[in-house]
């Protein structure tokens, strides 16, 4: 199984990014869904990787910036985008391979 990692941002959120997962080229079909849910400014892929494993990789990274999260109910992290890519980028070495990656 493979799929994508994504990290978002949106200038409505000012000190918050979006990671997240999807099957789906989050360049196209995700952030068309996120900018369909009623907030006031469109979001941005700042960063998304195909993976061999996106579900294990988006559970580390939730797992490892938990304290930087303000709602445990929403994917969204008090982080800077570098640091997460960062994180992403040492965590594959360790299990899921990047199959390709895109930074904007």
């Not at 952030?31 to 907030?39: A, M």
């Not at 960063?47 to 109910?73: G, M, S, T, W």
């Amino acid at each position: 199984m493979a799929g994508f990692i994504y990290i978002m941002s949106n200038p409505a959120f000012p000190n918050l990014i979006k990671i997240g997962k999807s099957k789906k080229d989050p360049t196209t079909d995700r952030v068309k869904g996120l900018n369909q849910t009623g907030v006031p400014e469109p979001f941005k892929v700042e960063y998304y990787a195909f993976v061999q494993d996106e579900d294990y990789l988006e559970k580390v990274l939730h797992h490892k910036f938990i304290e930087k999260r303000p709602n445990k109910n929403r994917e969204f992290f008090e982080l800077e985008c570098v640091t997460a890519i960062d994180a992403v980028r040492k965590l594959l070495l360790d299990k899921a391979a990047i199959k390709y990656e895109e930074g904007f």
